[in-house]
């Protein structure tokens, strides 16, 4: 049975008071368009092909023939579109078919060299740059490929690749957790590998890191064991390789205990942060979860900082209820929404984050001895916080959206590049909607984007959905990643393609390296993207 969220009635009285206060404020906007939950996914009208190298999506139209090989695949779409979740890159391919067994992926190979096409790989499709699609290709859509079992003893779980951090929470929840993952839990495990995706667990480190073996498909239709013990070049390429090396299966992953954490958050300055986080966060073992927000308030704009910390505490037995779905996500909507028309309402929500949202929190695990509890401590399962998909980020709003960015910057460059990051928003008039400040590790994979101790810095930026709008969302892109890389830093590869092939090299030296070894591992070229086919012809092999 359900539980009823402790404090609920509290939580009611303040979502009424901030609605109340949101309607007010919003006064003559249309708040239902801003809170309105989406039909179907968000597919822009193309604005512009320069951008990530698209084609005129308007100009294939796709006769599937009717060889053997077609009747064995379940087709979801023949011909017609795809976009993914910038809404800025709807392609032309031949067609989407799903998978839901190796066997559906080698009948997929079969047709695909039939017809002389290439292959995309799909996941949740919340890359922002063509990276799971491409001109003509026939996609698989991954997402129904996601079975799962667990073995106990040793903490592993096998997962199919399609399967989301979400489905997997449902899994292990109420005993055990996902030790790495993103942020939120929208996302496949296999895009989730692809791209070496990191999160909240700021000593976990990446999903690359927690993999133990998976089993991946070659373009021959060969399925070979990868892991650090066998075939490590191809695991090292696999992990952050964008689906070009070979369609991963499934992957025997570390699982964690579902520890109980005692919430808590603190307000600061940026400047103290990296003090801080040396002589305080570093060090507490007991620190299980870890990120920060930076203000997106235009009067404390990248200074004022909120600190979110999630300490592991032993409270013996304790009722940890079952996992529910974010609450309040109209307003949540509306409130993000909102802060996108200017100064004013993007103060709001960065007063409500401070003020409001502690009010909101639900403290759902409650001890069984009171003895043993944290007194008025705010407690939840680790599987909580994690189990977040973002409802409230999708909307109807068909004329703008809303592009991620990450960069990754050495621990000893945190303040500068924020300095740096301020100028340009401010001298560019950025609608900065979001910064998060996560903890970063080395990394040991192929493609790295952490070669050292990182500090990641992801924002959310808002545009219209026009040409001048993604022109000037490629410049700002530019002027960050030229800031990154002064700093020693680098730029994470699965958002939009506005970087140059110089930037790309500068960022990634191993770039080169890592498109010839695809020519290898992948001769005829079969896996494909928009991101490998823009950028492998514009950067040397060598
Ligand atoms: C709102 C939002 C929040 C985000 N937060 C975070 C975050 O906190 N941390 C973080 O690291 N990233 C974050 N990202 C980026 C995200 O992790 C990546 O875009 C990730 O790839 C998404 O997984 P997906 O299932 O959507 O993959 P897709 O976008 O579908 O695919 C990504 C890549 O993986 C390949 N791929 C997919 N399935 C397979 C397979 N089975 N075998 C081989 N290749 C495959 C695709 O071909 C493609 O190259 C965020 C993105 C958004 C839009």
Partial sequence: M?????????????????????????????????????????????????????????????????????????????????????????????????????????????????????????????????????????????????????????????????????????????????????????????????????????????????????????????????????????????????????????????????????????????????????????????????????????????????????????IGEADVPPLGEVSGIGLRRFVFNFSKLGRIPMDIKWLAEKYVEPKMESCTVVPRTQAMSEGEACLVSRNEPMHDSVPYLRNNLKKETDILHEYFIPREQFIPFVDGLRRVIQERDVNLLNASVRVIHPEDNFLNYAPGEMFSIVLYINQPVTAEGSGKMAEVTRELIDLTIDLNGRFFLPYQLYYTPEQLERSYPEIGEFFAAKDVYDPEGIFTNTFYEKYSRLVSKE
């Fill in 2 to 314: 359900k539980q009823e969220p402790v404090k609920s009635k509290r939580k009611n009285k303040v979502i009424a008071s901030i609605a109340v206060a949101s309607l007010l404020a919003g006064g003559a906007y249309e708040v239902n368009t801003l809170s309105a939950e989406p039909v179907g996914e968000k597919d822009c009208e193309p604005v512009s092909s320069t951008g990530n190298g698209l084609p005129d999506p308007n100009t294939i139209t796709v006769q599937v023939d009717a060889l053997p090989a077609s009747a064995l695949l379940t087709w979801r779409q023949k011909g017609g579109t795809i976009n993914d979740a910038s809404c800025l890159d709807r392609t032309s391919v031949h067609g989407i078919v799903e998978v839901k067994s190796a066997e559906d992926v080698a009948n997929a190979i079969t047709y695909a060299k039939q017809n002389r096409l290439k292959i995309s790989m799909a996941g949740a499709r919340h890359s922002m740059g063509g990276q799971a699609f491409y001109r003509n290709a026939l996609v698989l859509d991954m997402t129904k490929f996601n079975k799962m079992s667990l073995d106990e003893e040793n903490m592993i779980l096998t997962v199919e690749s399609g399967a989301t951090w979400h489905d997997i929470q449902s899994f292990l929840h109420p005993k055990y957790a996902v030790k790495a993952m993103q942020s939120t839990d929208i996302f496949t495990v296999g895009g989730s590998i692809s791209v070496n995706a990191h999160g909240m667990d700021h000593q976990a480190g990446s999903v690359g890191g927690t993999i133990r073996s998976m089993h991946v498909m070659l373009a021959d239709g060969t399925i070979v064991e990868v892991s650090r013990e066998q075939n490590p070049e191809l695991f090292e390429l696999v992990v952050g390789g964008y689906g070009l090396f070979g369609v991963i299966l499934d992957v025997n992953i570390d699982i964690v205990n579902n520890d109980v954490y005692k919430t808590e958050r603190r307000i600061l300055s940026y400047q103290d942060f990296p003090r801080i986080f040396e002589n305080d966060i570093l060090p507490n073992e007991n620190l299980g979860l870890f990120y920060g927000h930076l203000s997106t308030a235009r009067s404390s704009l990248l200074d004022e900082m909120i600190l979110y910390e999630y300490t592991r505490v032993d």
